[in-house]
């Protein structure tokens, strides 16, 4: 079972900086890319300069060139994931490929035991396709899962391919404000 641990770790660290080496020859590298990421980290340190000078209490011209700004950023993230959007096709399909190769080599095996008993709607993916009914017993899937999520954003830190704090920030993301909301 630990065997099958670590070859799972290891496969997740291989099939990571092979998504980063696909996204890095069909994005990273183009004059179009480098352009845009550096447009949107001039902007966002603009825009956080000018929301520092003036505060929340911006009135008047002021106002105007903070939302002005805020667009202009908007747009360049817009363009920006635009540019990524072949990149993660090309990836999805190769990591689609992967783990449909890697799901038959595991099905059916035991490749970890969980501390835990996961909740009843994660438990299908926690517990696919492995018999009997401890809950405990973790499938190739979910384990894989787990460790790509946690795994991929460190290497893209490390390869210097994540965005800056200043652009994260000022874009809000999936789960936070967007510029501007709440004014």
Known sequence: MWSDTLLIVFISICTAFLGEGLTWL??????????LKGE???QS??????????GDAAIGKHKKKIERDEEKLKNNNRDLSLVKMKSMFATGFAFTALLSMFNSIFDGRIVARLPFVPISWIQGLSHRNLHGDDFTE??????YILCTMSIRQNIQKLLGFAPSRAANKQAGGLFGPNPGQFK
């Open 40 to 42: 949107v980290e001039k």
């Open 26 to 35: 069909i994005v990273y590298r183009t004059e179009k890319y480098q352009k």
């Open 45 to 54: 340190k603009k825009l956080e300069k000018r929301k520092e000078t003036h």
């Open 138 to 143: 973790c499938s190739f899937i979910f384990l």
